[in-house]
């Protein structure tokens, strides 16, 4: 009996992922010959061993797919595997009722069922009250009669025997698979990104600038909390090189007091381990990391394994760069541009040594209370490199998360999470078209979702997309909203708040990128005047924090709508999986012009919320508190510079 | 470095197929870390063991996807593996390069690459004349220039030399997968189905029919080998059952003289190894294959795995069917339906005993010159059985081939192809829009082609699909022009060409379907009389011999055309897998609406034939000899009952 694409499933043999909280659909292909009924059944091991089993449903007519959804609570490895079996009580059953009602063959059917019955009333695994039960079922069919017939055929007491304990012929079963279920932040979370150095950096009269340390950025904590943000990340703390340090706006000079790019790591202050003086201590650091989490916040580290010239490592071990013939170390490049603050590692050169460093390194920062590495450009490092790191790191500690930085060609971003990335940015902040939105939304919720988790980020340090250059506040409400309720993660760098939408001109990034700068900015005022985005990113947040369906990745579903700018989508979790047993469904409406007011009709598919086409329902926009009563056909405007986006509650009839 | 994805694959890990001068892609995901340049080798190795190394190129940029398309040309088992490496020469001649334009590292990279020339010249595998290029190139680098640099990093000579050995480091492999490659006929070739019963019959004046023979239905073989055909498939041809015999148009009783469905095979005569008596003898049998051998034709049997309640099976093997409580055996049903000419196997029962008289009827039609079966129903038959039988024949003849007749889901379909199945039938018949066609298309060539070759038939004896009902002549026309164009393995049963498009009212199949009658067709007439489609067909095999393109599976790609009605596909081979060295490029255009006169604009991606975008070429209509000055976008009038479709060539420029 064949069963055919067990999923969840990964590419290559590597585990598939969840985390716990996750409801994982599992699903298989089976059939057998003729129209005789089969079922299929999930057997699960959990990381303790324990074994249940669930039965499938089947889904669509045609397709030959059954289903079990299962909500995954235990962190660990688990173990899965698909059975199919011929349900011989249900064939019986089915034929059964279609001749009682023909009135053919009821001797002969009345006569299969009282043997069917009467050996399932043998079974050991009965009670004593379920074999009375079949027996008297079965004595019933001794009097072959249509209306007895049928009447056994469709008893529920009968059917429900069957459906506990099958009665099978033949089976068959799929190979164990794996599926590696990790703590629920690596699944679900609201990141913000910040470079802690302008947290309370002061210009001086002279115009120098004192920078902010761990002690002046933890002031900023409790406003990223009271967002409704659970992770903050940092961009590297670590000492900075001097030598050919990058000027404002990635210029080649630098002018006094330039503070240089966290990503040309190292100096004479120490390396990957070691912390940018101007930051303060490692004790320093540890009170910040003590201060978030009193504030509910985790702390992530970026990981960007590159040196700059004044590294300890070129000096220790100049045997992990590339020497050239003239004796010099190579550069970072991409011909003909060089990178001259920055050695790239040649991992081929002393894999060994490189290994055993790097392990250290992120061990040495483990140690200090972090737990998420958000891992700078992991697609310029050896892959095989990154599946032994993560899969060491983890013997260590199940709970360090690694988010993979890598925007790069859709074959190597999803090796790399395949291979044990926890996370990984996407190509969300270039999807902004609604065409291309559908697309995307789809495909990291249904293609790869067995093993790439994308975190959403709507602007990074270095990527303010010509979406939000030109698409004024608009813009960045309508990201925002799509970002934190399209999937679970999703990510803010710090600024966007604000609306700081200006490029350098010709570039993908902000003007002044703080990457070489420190920023200096007004929070409270700005939400003072009126003009911050933090209430709506603090209204979105708590939307996630009430509704389960929104930390969940594998439940969207694109709907339709007339206008080519209006994306509609729904993400609904069934009440067997939530704490109040009720479902949750949100059906998000986003007019992704930023430029325009736009009316139009949507059509949804209410089945998937319980309702049948045609029949009515109460909707609650959490954005603006309206009550509107909907079909599976609504009329919707959507006015880009008022009320871009609808984020629409589904309220359970009483 | 990572290796993904190689094709061809087949699911659950059974052989890919190929037949004998299928040119067949072979694929491979493959990347590195950073900017270095890769190379990616195919080894092949041949049924006879040779081994061969093929180079692989790139697709298109981002998919990270390589590929080396070969010619397949000796039948048997092949291995194949994809190796990937760093091209240690492409990555310094490209870097080389740019550095030479831009003025930087001349000294660096003029020294990188004399190491690297001067290696590669003591490599023992070098023709000394290669030796001296090299190590001449070397010596070039030896005096710094940009303009030398340049020189050698451009050299065509030292860039062969490294093409065919390459200088590598590092390197991986994927594991070994099968390819079974298969006569050409298991993927190639134009069949035609017929009832040999009906052709010489003749009614007599009382009205009774003399029933066709062997030796009367030899006749008919110069006319379907005339229009091209390659085989000659026969419904079932064994001795018909009489007990509760289907009447016309599938009744449940019969009048007199009623000939009985083929299909419910088994008689007081013989069971499945046996010969209908009023259509010959086995040797007549024998005498009709010799026939239909030297007019070119090869002969196809039905394999219809059931009994009618008269075969020998009932009383030899009881225990080979399902006996009910009441003694009976189980006719076929579908509850509450019942087909009460015929008893199903039951397969469960006595697997050895079935098994093993299964493999003996096959055998037994192979001994009398029979090498291709179309088996009927397969997916009512457990697919254990399939795969062991057609595993147990192909070790007794390699040559044999089976086709299988299920229409049901597409997992099923799929699986019976990918357990060894050559050749199946397809939802072809009803995909009929363009967007229908345009999907499914592209599915048999792309998504499936590695296990399974649908066979294209445009009707059957059981299939008269509303499109051809209501469609006219036209519809006829434009489903053979599709058929015979679109895939490489196409049929038609007897009756296409004379337009039979009457169906039994609320059915789709024909009006006095001939399973249960004779037919007389008076084919000459119709032909003189110019309402035969024969012509047709004979034309459109006699382009399918003229261009090998068409005799292909997976070269077909869909183009735009502006009108919702107007499908355009390609067929390309290149000229390095043509007989003339000349590339085979074929331009269907069809109206696939049979009603309406369409004009509109095609739009070609003609780069796949090698033309830039914008540039002219000629083009000639295969059906009506007229030509064309086309480019990228062209202008089309496609008149349904005039000129339905264009069948283009692509004219080489000289």
């Not at 025997?161 to 164990?176: C, E, I, K």
């Amino acid at each position: 009996m064949p069963l055919f694409d067990p999923t969840p499933h990964v590419p290559h043999g590597h585990p598939a992922k969840a985390f716990v909280g996750e409801v994982v659909p599992f699903d298989v292909v089976a059939f057998r010959e003729g129209h005789d009924r089969i079922g299929v059944h999930l057997r699960l091991v959990d990381p303790a061993g324990d074994e249940t089993l669930h039965r499938l449903t089947p889904l669509a007519d045609g397709t030959d797919r059954w289903r079990a959804s299962i909500a995954i609570e235990l962190k660990g490895d688990w173990r899965y595997r698909f059975e199919s079996f011929a349900d011989d009580f249900a064939t019986w059953a089915h034929d059964a009722a279609v001749k009682a009602v023909a009135g053919v063959d009821i001797a002969v059917m009345s006569a299969l069922g009282a043997r069917l019955l009467t050996t399932a009333a043998k079974e050991k695994d009965r009670s004593a009250a379920e074999k009375r039960m079949l027996k008297a079922a079965a004595a019933r069919l001794a009097h072959p009669a249509p209306d007895v017939l049928h009447a056994v055929a469709a008893d529920e007491d009968v059917a429900a025997a069957f459906a506990a304990r099958p009665h099978t012929s033949l089976g068959s079963q799929t190979a164990w698979q794996t599926l590696r279920v990790e703590r629920t932040l690596a699944g679900v979370g609201a990141w913000y990104e910040f470079f802690p150095r302008s947290e309370g950096a002061v210009r001086r009269k002279d115009g120098s600038v004192k920078s902010g340390t761990f002690r002046t950025a933890m002031k900023r904590l409790p406003g990223v909390a009271g967002m409704g943000f659970d992770v903050i990340y940092l961009v590297p703390i670590h000492p900075i090189g001097t030598t050919n340090r990058k000027g404002r706006n990635n210029t080649l000079t630098t002018e006094p007091g330039d503070p240089g790019s966290p990503y040309a790591i190292g100096s004479a202050d120490g390396g990957h381990d070691g912390i940018h003086p101007e930051l303060g201590t490692e004790k320093d650091f540890r009170a910040f990391v003590r201060a978030a989490g009193k504030e509910g916040l985790e702390v992530a580290l970026d990981l960007a394994l590159q040196a700059s010239p004044d590294h300890p490592w070129v000096a220790a071990h100049p045997e992990w760069f590339t020497t050239l013939p003239d004796g010099t170390i190579a550069y970072a490049e991409n011909p003909p541009k060089k990178y001259q603050d920055i050695y790239p590692l040649n991992f081929d050169n002393d894999p060994v040594g490189i290994y055993a460093e790097m392990r250290r390194v992120v061990m040495h920062w483990v140690a200090q209370g972090v737990k998420i590495f958000r891992v700078d450009n992991p697609h310029t490092k050896p892959l095989a490199f990154w599946e032994w790191l993560i899969a060491e790191v983890r013997d260590e500690d199940p709970d360090v998360i690694f988010l993979a930085e890598a925007f790069t060609r859709p074959a190597v971003m999803r090796a790399l999470a395949a291979i044990g990335f926890q996370q990984s940015y996407s190509y969300f902040t270039w999807r902004n078209t609604k065409a291309e939105l559908e697309e995307f939304l789809t495909s990291v919720s249904h293609e790869t979702s067995d093993y790439m988790r994308p975190n959403l980020f709507v602007n990074t340090h270095d990527i303010l997309t010509e979406y939000l250059q030109f698409g004024g506040r608009a813009a960045y409400r309508i990201r925002a909203c799509i970002a934190a309720t399209a999937a679970p993660i999703w990510g803010v760098y710090a600024g966007y708040e604000l609306i700081e939408n200006v490029a350098r001109p010709g570039s993908e990034e902000n003007i002044d990128n703080e990457k070489y700068e420190y920023k200096f900015r007004d929070w409270a005022g700005s939400e003072e005047r009126g003009e911050s985005l933090a209430p709506l990113l603090r209204r979105l947040n708590a939307i996630r924090d009430a509704h389960p369906a929104l930390r969940q990745l594998r439940n969207l579903s694109v709907h339709w709508s007339d206008d080519d700018a209006v994306l509609v989508y729904s993400k609904h979790l069934d009440g067997a999986f939530t704490a109040t047993g009720e479902s949750d469904t949100l059906i998000i409406v986003a007019n992704v012009d930023p430029h325009s007011v736009r009316e139009t009709t949507v059509h949804l598919d209410t089945r998937i919320w319980g309702v049948e086409p045609g029949d009515d329902y109460e909707v609650e926009d959490l954005l603006s508190g309206a009550i509107w009563t909907w079909n599976d056909h609504n009329y919707v405007r959507l006015d880009a510079f008022a009320e871009p986006v609808h984020i629409l509650r589904v309220k359970e009839r009483s």
